[in-house]
């Protein structure tokens, strides 16, 4: 749904998600409410939120026990799972969460795979201790576009004790999105204010490779447009305001 998918790539979905879970709620069906909780337990993962990723699993796990579906359910634990939450299922899960929450990473990555669900081959991956596993699930997301989500995976790493993945350059390494140096410098002056001619002549550089390094970012963020790139990195902390 579009609420989640705002906040895979650093954009708010949290007016898109209050109106969902406000009807799924209303209805009390859970065809509606177990899907829409989940989506809102990610973002509020991805936001660090763990204390109201609970409280989202919590108003919808009375209905997830009575109506145990195996992927619902299955879900839900996991999510429970990364904010610290061990609670046992009380019904058999569908067999990629079953792995992930046994600490299956590999077995659990291909799971998804076979059934063509790379973010979850990457959340599968995630929290390895293996580095291997976890350069992987980064490779993954970089392919999909979801900054968030690394800058996500990468603070509960780092907040686990688990080996932190380096990045194929520093520079790369100093914000969630990946972006170079030069790259994130380009937006920082985009973000100022400045045209692609004055940015050029700032960095002593020609427009066309402006253009490329601009071309880089919106790629990397997943966004369209400049516009909404510097929207984007100002929320992930990749260029300040002035």
Known sequence: MAGVLAARRG????????????????????????????????????????????????????????HPHPWGLGELSWWLRVAGDGRPAIAPLARPFALMLADEHQAAAAAWEALGCPLWSAYALAFSPEIRDAQQCLEILGQ??????????????????????????????????????REAEVLQLLADGLSYAEVAERLVLSEKTVGHHVSAVLRKLGEPTRSRAVAAALRLGVVAPR
Do not use: K, M
Not at 156 to 167: C, E, K, M, N, Y
């Open 144 to 181: 999909l576009g979801a900054p968030a989500v690394r800058h996500a995976v990468l603070r509960d790493r780092h907040a686990r004790g688990l080996v932190v993945p380096r990045g194929p350059r520093t520079a790369s390494r100093a914000n969630p999105a990946g972006l170079t140096a």
């Open 11 to 66: 954009r708010d979905g949290t007016s898109e998600l209050d109106e969902a879970l406000t009807i799924a709620v209303r209805t009390g069906e859970a065809l509606r409410l177990i899907p829409v909780t989940a989506a809102c337990a990610e973002a509020f993962w991805i936001a660090g939120r763990t204390g109201d990723l609970v409280a989202a699993v919590d108003r919808a796990w009375p209905v997830a026990v009575e």
